[in-house]
């Protein structure tokens, strides 16, 4: 436990993510993350430092005014080898003992006493945007089919009859957190691969077609930021500009409400005009 406050103290105070501008953390795991790349940081300076020193000695050591006469049997110790292998023992580590494990908790370990109250929400990627489907105070996301897709009126294609959706919402490019509340994000992509990325947060997940990817975190600091889109995804990559914020559990009722009664006065809407062309359909006349 000494080590760990220890370690953390010197990586507070010896952080070159912030000499490298990395954003300020707003959230609870974030600071794992923030430590574990402030140790890779200083790992790959002291092998940019060392093995640039030691080509710098190499020219000095070996210049041809020094040995005119080549000498063809090379380094005869193994140094080198044991220095690359060292190298490669320290990036397993990372990668194994730090990298995956972190990943794993914000795939899988959300504690069990959090999973009922988390806030829960589905961000499907598209060129060029992000719809955001939050499931409601139920928990539980609206039945989705393909048939019931209608640009600009149920674009995710939500059952109006389903009684699970009854309290979802569904917003284009502009997700409300809730501070210091679990939040479980499940990222999909409608056609090609995106990156759903919340920089502050210490999230980032590929959003590919097909499959849902969950992460877990917590917000402990209320703010404004983008969403970023981490992979080349078209030619209006760079204008796939969303956004997120933290806020107060009131401030995200009263704009829940206001969004939920929106997407629910849609799919009302689109619920008639099926029933009304259904309704046409068969009163239309049959022709032999």
């Given at each position: ?268 809407s689109y619920s008639e005009e099926m029933k009304k062309a259904a309704a046409q359909n068969s009163a239309a006349p049959?022709?032999?």
């Open positions: 436990m000494t080590n760990t406050i220890m370690l953390a103290a010197l990586s507070d105070y010896f952080d070159l993510n912030k000499l490298m501008g990395m954003l300020p953390n707003a959230s609870e795991h974030g600071k794992e993350i923030d430590q574990m790349l402030n140790f890779c940081h200083w790992f790959m300076l002291i092998l940019f430092v060392g093995w640039s020193s030691y080509f710098l000695y190499t020219i000095f050591r070996f210049h041809q005014s020094r040995h005119p006469k080549a000498d063809y049997h090379g380094v005869r110790n193994h140094v080198s080898t044991h220095i690359e292998v060292g190298v490669v023992v320290v990036e397993a580590i990372i990668l194994l003992g730090f990298a995956l494990p972190l990943w794993g908790k914000r795939v899988n370990e959300i504690p069990q006493d959090e999973k009922a109250d988390a806030l829960k929400i589905r961000a499907i990627g598209y060129q060029f945007g992000w719809r955001i489907h939050y499931a409601g105070s139920d928990g539980k996301f609206g039945r989705q089919s393909t048939r019931f897709i209608k640009a600009g009126m149920n674009d995710l294609g939500l059952d109006p009859d389903d009684e699970a959706g009854r309290d979802d919402a569904v917003v284009t490019s502009d997700m409300h957190l809730v501070l210091n509340k679990a939040t479980v994000v499940r990222v999909s992509s409608l056609d090609v691969i995106h990156g759903f990325a919340l920089h502050e947060m210490r999230i980032q997940q590929d959003a590919t077609p097909g499959t849902e990817a969950p992460q877990w975190f917590r917000p402990i600091k209320k703010g404004n930021w983008q969403i970023i889109c981490a992979q080349l995804c078209g030619t209006g990559h760079s204008g796939m500009v969303a956004t997120y914020s933290v806020e107060d559990q009131k401030d995200f009722d009263e704009w829940y409400g206001s969004q939920r009664d929106l997407t629910q006065s849609k799919l009302k049959l022709h032999h």
